[in-house]
């Protein structure tokens, strides 16, 4: 009988033990800071990877942002004319190397359509056929919609891409599912991106030719037959690197330099980082 805890004996385990085990432990979360230092925490002690402590941070990041912080401004997206002749459309889709691009009639602000390169395939194959036939409904969203929110649609109704709007109605650029997801798990290698190892100098149909940034300037020098460093400049290694320098900041989309005949026309540029130039000769 003395085994069987009495009543009085089980009241004896100490109440503020009990209150702290709580307060520590059980406790809903009260904010959002309180949360990210319990991720903090849960990584320092290898509770979870790294990996999963960067996505779970970023999921709270994207929480409170807007489509505006990281939608492609209008300057800088990369749009196709209805109206454009098949061979050009193919030439522009080839040199730039996106899987879906936005359409537009008359003007700019006018989007009609999302066209995909896959279909761009099939209206290869049938000219007579309108274009519009093969182009996506476009989607529109805010610059003040959440991001949380903005991946859900996608995920909803299967969309990659939307087209923003200030609030005036007017196009004021496009977000992708890439470019929130990249939010959550760091820079995603897409369609345009390739390995070192691939390749760093293509020619285009243009006569023109795309390169690296990466690619070292010892390399690129023995291409095209050139000397494009001057002792000053002989820490350089890379074309990327040597073209920020000369131009005095690191270049986007549509600015160019021209040195020693050439002309280095930025052609895609992510995460601040200046990924092809498309390079062709100036002059006589």
Do not use: C
């Given at each position: ?6 009543k009085s ?7 503020k ?10 406790s ?43 939608m492609?401004?209008?300057?800088k ?29 008359n ?21 007579e056929?309108n274009?519009k ?9 805010p ?6 929110d903005?991946?859900r ?17 007017r196009?004021s ?29 293509y020619s ?19 291409f ?11 820490q350089?290694?890379?074309i ?9 900041h690191?270049?986007?989309?549509g ?30």
């Amino acid at each position: 009988m003395n085994d069987i805890p009495s009543k009085s004996r089980q009241k004896t385990v100490p109440k503020k033990w009990t209150k702290q085990l709580y307060e520590k432990w059980l406790s809903p979360i009260k904010t959002r800071e309180h949360f990210l230092k319990l991720i903090s925490k849960a990584g320092a002690k290898q509770l979870i990877g790294a990996e999963s402590q960067i996505m779970l941070e970023g999921v709270m990041k994207i929480s409170q942002m807007h489509v505006a912080e990281i939608m492609i401004p209008t300057p800088k997206m990369d749009l196709l004319d209805v109206d454009m002749p098949i061979e050009q459309m193919l030439e522009k889709i080839i040199d730039i190397g996106h899987s879906r691009y936005p359409v537009y009639e008359n003007e700019k602000e006018n989007i009609i359509g999302i066209l995909m390169t896959k279909d761009l395939l099939k209206w290869q194959r049938a000219p007579e056929i309108n274009l519009k036939v093969f182009l996506r409904t476009a989607v529109f969203v805010p610059e003040t919609k959440n991001l949380i929110d903005l991946l859900r649609d996608f995920k909803k109704n299967r969309n990659h891409m939307a087209m923003v709007v200030d609030e005036f109605g007017r196009i004021s650029g496009l977000v992708t599912f890439e470019d929130v997801l990249e939010e959550i798990v760091g820079e995603i290698e897409d369609e345009f991106d390739e390995d070192e190892d691939d390749g760093e100098i293509y020619s285009l149909v243009d006569k023109s030719f795309r390169v690296a940034g990466h690619t070292t300037v010892e390399k690129f020098s023995e291409f095209f037959n050139t000397q494009l460093l001057s002792e000053d400049e002989e820490q350089f290694e890379t074309i990327g690197g040597l073209i920020a320098h000369l131009m005095g900041h690191v270049p986007t989309k549509g600015e160019h330099h021209d040195i020693n005949g050439l002309r280095f026309e930025v052609m895609h540029s992510k995460s601040g980082v200046v990924k092809w130039y498309r390079v062709k000769k100036i002059g006589n």
